[in-house]
Nanobody, 115 residues
């Protein structure tokens, strides 16, 4: 049984920063990749960023240059550092992990940006 637990969401002023984390636990042999999606009510889930087990990263154009994804393989944890936050970034952020071809999801963490 694999479980992903997110933490670190919250309320921040526009232009501010926030870091969300996601720790995977359970029977894990290899996670590749780990990453984040986000979703606004009434809209489709939007991919945000991903990081491979080797550390290669990729980002959606909407967050490139502002968000940084990283991971600690020893802790099976992925982080998303979000800087220069804008109201457009308001969403529930979900982490995901691809473990041997099966996608696991976290429960989501709310990020709210005040203007």
């Amino acid at each position: 049984q694999v479980r992903l637990v997110e933490s670190g969401g919250g309320l921040v002023q526009g232009g501010g920063s926030l870091r969300v984390s996601c720790a995977a636990s359970g029977t894990i042999f290899s996670i590749n990749p780990m990453g984040w999606y986000r979703q606004v009510p009434g809209k489709q889930r939007e991919w945000v960023a991903a990081v491979s087990s080797g550390g290669s990263t990729s980002y959606a154009d909407s967050v490139k240059g502002r968000f940084t994804i990283s991971r600690d393989n020893a802790k099976n944890t992925v982080y998303l550092q979000m800087n220069s936050l804008k109201p457009d970034d308001i969403a529930v952020y979900y982490c995901y992990a691809n473990i041997r071809g099966i996608i696991y999801w976290g429960q989501g963490t709310q990020v709210t940006v005040s203007s």
